[in-house]
């Protein structure tokens, strides 16, 4: 196993949790930076929850 896919799975964990709403606002607020401003989300809910600060209504 590489360490991307180690963090890779990390990362998607919390993403995980968040959306399900058992989510850990350190670990979330440590994954934000990584996500990409542009990112496409399938919902607008996870845009706002996973997505850069500026995604989110409160900024």
Do not use: C, H
């Amino acid at each position: 196993m590489q360490l991307a896919d180690f963090l890779a799975g990390i990362a998607r964990k919390i993403a995980s949790d968040e959306l399900n709403g058992r989510g850990d606002p350190t670990l979330t607020a440590l994954l934000r930076p990584y996500v990409e401003g542009d990112s496409m989300w399938s919902d607008e809910r996870s845009g706002v929850l996973l997505g850069p600060f500026s995604a989110s209504p409160t900024g």
